[in-house]
Nanobody
Framework: QVQLVESGGGLVQAGTSLRLSCAAS????????MGWFRQAPGKEREFVAA????????YYADSVKGRFTISRDNAKNTVYLQMNSLKPEDTAVYYC?????????????????WGQGTQVTVSS
């Protein structure tokens, strides 16, 4: 079982940036495809970005493409989400999760381990 801990959230103004981190425990981190999801109040949890286990494949939701960048450092057991040009509609709790697939996946039901989430609030 992989334990995930997200950090880096906060309250920021529109147009600024944040970098989220997701630290994983255990030696198997590098075998997982990793994903970031978010959930706003009253809404379903939605896919944001994913990165393959070998750091070759990435995939983004249309709403964040060109603004967000997912990356990973397998030596540090950490996956990152760099968020630029933030908008108020990016406000949500952000979660990271693991997936055994070889390539990035967008379906949250295909992800197993989840972190506790980190709040991102973007003011206008």
């Amino acid at each position: 079982q992989v334990q995930l801990v997200e950090s880096g959230g906060g309250l920021v103004q529109a147009g600024t940036s944040l970098r989220l981190s997701c630290a994983a425990s255990g030696p198997t981190f590098r075998t997982y495809t990793m994903g970031w999801f978010r959930q706003a109040p009253g809404k379903e949890r939605e896919f944001v970005a994913a990165i393959s286990w070998d750091d070759i494949g990435t995939y983004y939701a249309d709403s964040v493409k060109g603004r967000f960048t997912i990356s990973r450092d397998n030596a540090k057991n950490t996956v990152y989400l760099q968020m630029n040009s933030l908008k108020p509609e990016d406000t949500a709790v952000y979660y990271c999760a693991t997936n055994r697939a070889r390539l990035p996946r967008t379906n949250r039901y295909e992800y197993g381990n989840w972190g506790q989430g980190t709040q991102v609030t973007v003011s206008s």
